[in-house]
């Protein structure tokens, strides 16, 4: 039992990511930049040189210059400012969306495989019938009929993002449960949400923190998706997937529309899948 306890007395998961992270340059590197990226948007009040809303139709689709470094859109509005306040709106989703998912499929993860029996059984079959139904169509669903406030885009998109998750919990919840330092916990009386929240969330938390990383960028395209399809947030908010929507229209006279807001959501979803892949890789 020495060897199992040995075991769970690990570094702590952020502690084996940042070691991952610091292991592979590059995945260092796509932290720093993302870090960097998420922060100079989230201070897009202070860092943007314009308002995301302020027009000025005498320059309205002019190409980049000296005054605004990316150019302007139809109404003469700065890109590079609507760019940094997207940027907001679409790692504010991902971020809130993605912990809405943690919250939910780690939570029944963790009852289905400590319930074991008929009640796994069934939790799962639930799991299942939801993976086989269109999950973009219910998130439409639920934003047309509910309204597409902002809050209900992170909870709509979080609400469909969790069935991994929950799998994922569930098997590592099964693998712990099945080790003698829990049977040695139920021996001396710990209550099952006691051996949830001591033995078994410590040890799936690695695998959480994996599932997230590339969670995010799922969400972060399926909100770009909805903003394509103009039921994602409302102008004049900008998120990246409603820039590039609008680039898209103007993509022959003024492709700078499409070109720059598409860079700054290509580069970030790279960033976050290659955190995500150098995560889920094994310990060097």
Request: charged fraction near 15%; include cysteine.
């Amino acid at each position: 039992m020495s060897q199992e306890i040995s075991e769970i007395a690990n570094p702590s998961a952020l502690g084996g990511a940042w070691r991952k992270l610091r292991a592979d340059p590059f995945a260092f590197a796509c932290l720093i930049f993302i870090s960097a990226m998420a922060a100079l948007c989230f201070l897009a009040p202070i860092a943007a040189p314009y308002s995301y809303d302020a027009q000025d139709l005498a320059l309205s689709a002019s190409p980049p210059s000296t005054s605004h470094w990316l150019g302007t859109d139809q109404l003469g509005r700065d890109i590079l400012s609507r760019i940094l306040y997207g940027g907001r709106i679409s790692f504010a989703v991902g971020i809130m969306a993605t912990l809405v998912a943690i919250a939910i499929g780690a939570c029944y993860g963790m009852i289905s495989g400590m319930a074991g029996g008929k009640t796994d059984s069934a939790m799962m079959r639930i799991v299942d019938i939801l993976y086989s139904m269109p999950f973009t169509i219910f998130v439409i669903l639920l934003m047309v009929a509910f309204g597409r406030s902002l809050w209900l885009i992170f909870v709509a998109i979080g609400a469909v993002e969790w069935l991994t998750m929950a799998r994922i919990t569930r098997a590592m919840t099964l693998d712990v449960k099945s080790r003698q330092f829990v049977d040695a916990s139920i021996s001396l009386g710990q209550s099952k949400f006691g051996i949830m929240r001591l033995h078994i969330l410590p040890n799936v938390m690695e695998s959480v923190l994996v599932c997230a990383t590339l969670t995010m960028p799922s969400v972060m395209l399926l909100e770009a998706f909805l903003s394509f399809l103009g039921l994602g947030v409302q102008a004049p908010l900008p998120s990246w997937g409603s820039l590039v929507k609008d680039g898209a229209e103007y993509m022959e006279d003024a492709p700078w529309l499409l070109i720059f807001p598409s860079l700054f959501f290509v580069s970030a979803l790279y960033a976050l899948n290659k955190i995500g892949e150098t995560l889920s890789g094994g310990e060097d």
